[in-house]
């Protein structure tokens, strides 16, 4: 079945870091990938997506490339504020099948800056 | 815009005692989706709803799991009884049709 790995937090960087959080997934023909945030006593947000091979979602200065060849959707920011601090999960929904809907998510990533 | 409302936010019950949760969707979304989310992974879907039926309900325990969506708004999500495993967050979130997903802000079960 279709599943998610990203990399296992926590992960703690210092104000105006470069971040990287690694995902890589397995499923079947072309799925369409996800970051969703979750901010302390929030719900899940979505940060950004790309649909196809080759494609870049961007969002609030955060960036994935949808990559088939390594099938990775890795999550980078160039320099992250306290306020980025949230958990991130990595996610997908099948092409096909009718079950288009269905999210299958990472175990997601707590991200902790401090100033 | 309201987002989607669940009640309550925390909830502690006892093992074998029955429990429930409610969920608001966003005004005009017609799918509706209960997650579970078990500390340290992601949600995982129980029940999706279109309108008033239940269209996937494949990964919900049916032995002592229930959901309805009564006129296809408000949705309510029953464990009897409740066991020390099901104690996790249930997550709500809504669309309009296969759209992205909204969230709610989830409700965490304590089961002692």
């Known amino acids: 079945g279709d599943s998610v790995t990203q990399m296992e937090g926590p992960v703690t960087l210092s104000e105006e870091a470069f971040l990287t959080i690694n995902c890589t997934y397995t499923a079947t023909g072309y799925p369409s990938l996800f970051w969703y945030v979750q901010y302390p006593g929030e719900g899940l947000q979505l940060l950004l997506k790309?649909?196809?091979?080759?494609d870049k979602g961007s969002n609030k200065g955060f960036e994935a490339t949808y990559r088939k060849e390594t099938t990775s959707f890795h999550l980078e920011k160039g320099s992250v504020q306290v306020s980025d601090s949230a958990v991130y999960f990595c996610a997908l929904t099948p092409i096909s099948g009718g079950s288009n809907y269905k999210l299958t998510f990472g175990k997601g990533t707590l991200l902790t800056v401090n100033p | 815009e309201a987002g989607v409302v669940q009640s309550p936010r925390y909830k502690i019950i006892e093992k074998k005692q029955p429990v429930a949760f409610w969920c608001n969707p966003i005004s005009g979304h017609n799918t509706l989706y209960w997650y579970r989310q078990n500390l340290g992974q992601g949600p995982e879907l129980l029940i999706r709803?279109?309108?008033?039926?239940?269209?996937?309900d494949s990964q919900l325990p049916k032995d002592r799991f229930s959901a309805e969506r009564l006129k296809g708004v408000d949705s309510t999500l029953k464990i009897q009884p409740a066991e020390l495993g099901d104690s996790a967050v249930y997550l709500c979130a809504s669309s309009l049709d296969s759209d992205e997903q909204f969230f709610g802000p989830g409700t965490r079960l304590t089961v002692l």
């Open positions: 709803y279109e309108n008033e039926e239940a269209v996937d």
């Open positions: 790309a649909t196809k091979a080759d």
